[in-house]
């Protein structure tokens, strides 16, 4: 199987972090050998912490997408994993893409949410929690089933210096759980591989988003919306112009 992961954010250094956190996820988790593909969006904020920057890294990861999955790319995928906590333009990619296309929370909702009635999502940015509660209502989930926690150090900020945030999750984390989370989900692509670090701290469980969109990526769960003609386009790129005349029923 071969996975293309991207990176919503343009800073290279979280590309390379979750390609190293993914390559050793794969046989802790179980799931397949698999071909992982890192890319990085094309444009954009060097990490995504605002609304304004989530609308511009829509573009830029249908952009990202349609640079390595469209007709110019002969070995192909078998599918997408869009590696930012905020799922930029997931509905617009799958309704163009030919493959199955996820997303790092909506695939961590869905696990912890078989595990608990009442979860949290915990993320770096204070600006993350109203957009992420939003994300949650759109899908049907309320505060009274997924609750959103954030800490002060963006995601970029705890990539740099995990150790010193480790403290500052754990805490948010033990809040959450006293609010009534039956597990914490740590999200956001700047915190790959710190649940493992800080579940030792918790009474309930603590996923990783990134194992999450993993498992659902390579398990085989279909995530495509039917396709839709789409109308001409003025100045996009190439490559997303050709997968937009592309793209029908």
């Known amino acids: 199987m071969r996975l293309l992961l991207l990176n919503g954010n343009t800073d290279p250094a979280i590309t390379d972090l979750l390609a190293a956190r993914a390559a050793?996820?794969?046989?802790?988790?179980?799931?397949?050998?698999?071909?992982?593909?890192?890319?990085?969006?094309?444009?954009?904020?060097?990490?995504?912490?605002?609304?304004?920057?989530?609308?511009?890294?829509?573009?830029?990861?249908?952009?990202?997408?349609a640079a390595h999955v469209g007709a110019g790319n002969p070995r192909g995928f078998d599918a997408a994993l869009i590696a930012c906590f905020g799922e930029p333009g997931i509905e617009a990619a799958r309704e163009i893409l030919p493959i199955p296309v996820h997303g790092l929370a909506e695939a961590s909702i869905a696990a912890a949410l078989r595990l608990a009635p009442r979860i949290a999502l915990l993320t770096g940015g204070a600006a993350w929690v109203p957009m992420l509660q939003d994300f949650a209502l759109v899908r049907g989930h309320g505060p009274d089933r997924v609750l959103v926690r954030g800490v002060a150090p963006t995601g970029d900020m705890i990539a740099r210096d995990p150790d010193g945030a480790l403290a500052i999750l754990a805490e948010a984390?033990?809040?959450?759980?006293?609010?009534?989370?039956?597990?914490?989900?740590?999200?956001?692509?700047?915190?790959?591989?710190?649940?493992?670090?800080?579940?030792?701290m918790l009474p309930v469980p603590v996923l990783d988003s990134l194992d999450c969109g993993l498992a659902a990526a390579l398990g085989g769960v279909a995530a495509m919306a039917p396709r839709a003609r789409q109308a001409p386009q003025l100045g996009l790129d190439p490559a997303l112009d050709r997968m937009l005349a592309a793209a029908g029923p």
Request: proline share 9%; no cysteine.
């Open 24 to 65: 050793e996820a794969l046989p802790r988790l179980g799931l397949p050998p698999a071909e992982i593909v890192p890319a990085t969006a094309p444009f954009g904020a060097r990490y995504i912490a605002t609304r304004a920057a989530v609308a511009i890294a829509g573009h830029a990861v249908l952009a990202g997408l």
């Open 173 to 200: 984390a033990q809040a959450a759980a006293r609010d009534g989370a039956g597990v914490v989900v740590l999200g956001g692509a700047g915190l790959a591989g710190l649940a493992q670090r800080l579940a030792p």
